[in-house]
């Protein structure tokens, strides 16, 4: 399942709402992740089964959607936010992400 | 609270060969099952393998099929990536993460990732 996210750099200022999508090639349900990668580190979970915060993810990140359209939203962004972000289906084999969203600082 | 640790990477000549490791603690390491995924690069996420809590089933991505093989240590809370006739696109970070589905093999999320090993194939 091929996972295309969009847009491929997002460049706001803190406090503005981020708006993050991904596609999937066929219906994964709600069987997407979303992970938040910063220079240097491991990639973070942040959201599972479309829409579950992971444990000790901020409230200001949602997630939505099912089938093949997702989004990932963060209402309004903080400085520690800007990042890369890779969605992830984990509904079917082989496990497939997504080439990944730059958040950036405008 | 969770910890994974790698060990193993480095530099190594195309078609030798490399094992990594991952240790594990702050969880019942033998109720979970594993993965490995790597990262080439300035390039995004491939999954490579998993194994089920005891070991006893593994499943790889494409890449990984045929050279790669992953095993555990329950006794050792430890796992391994086998990596053999190593290729220069074999060059990435790899990452051992905990599954978030439990003990079995099925598709799955990452809910922890260990800090990343970096191997280098280069003649």
């Known amino acids: 399942i091929v996972l295309t996210q969009s847009p491929a750099t997002l460049s706001l200022s803190p406090g503005e709402r981020a708006t993050l999508s991904c596609r999937a090639s066929?219906?994964?349900?709600?069987?997407l992740a979303w992970y938040q990668q910063k220079p240097g580190q491991a990639p973070r979970l942040l959201i599972f089964?479309?829409?579950t915060r992971a444990t000790g993810i901020p409230a200001r990140f949602s997630g939505s959607g099912s089938g093949t359209d997702f989004t990932l939203t963060i209402s309004s962004l903080e400085p520690e936010d800007f990042a890369l972000y890779y969605c992830q289906q984990h509904g079917y084999w082989p496990l497939t992400f997504g080439g990944g969203t730059k958040v950036e600082i405008k | 609270q969770v910890q994974l640790v790698e060990s193993g990477g480095g530099v190594v000549q195309p078609g030798k060969s490399l094992r990594l490791s991952c240790a594990a603690s702050?969880?019942?390491?033998?109720?979970?099952?594993m993965h490995w995924v790597r990262q080439a690069p300035g390039k995004g996420l491939e999954w490579l393998a998993i194994?089920?809590?005891?070991?006893?089933?593994?499943y790889y991505g494409d890449s990984a099929k045929g050279r790669f093989t992953i095993s555990r240590d329950n006794f050792e809370n430890t796992l391994y990536l086998q990596m053999n006739s190593l290729r220069t696109e074999d060059t990435a970070v790899y990452y051992c993460?905990?599954?978030?589905?439990?003990?079995?093999?099925?598709?799955?999320?990452?809910?922890?990732w260990g800090q990343g090993n970096l191997v280098t194939v280069s003649s």
């Open positions: 066929q219906s994964v349900t709600t069987s």
């Open positions: 993460a905990k599954g978030g589905g439990g003990s079995l093999v099925v598709p799955t999320f990452f809910d922890y």
């Open positions: 702050g969880f019942t390491f033998n109720s979970h099952g």
């Open positions: 194994i089920s809590y005891d070991g006893s089933n593994k």
């Open positions: 089964d479309a829409f």
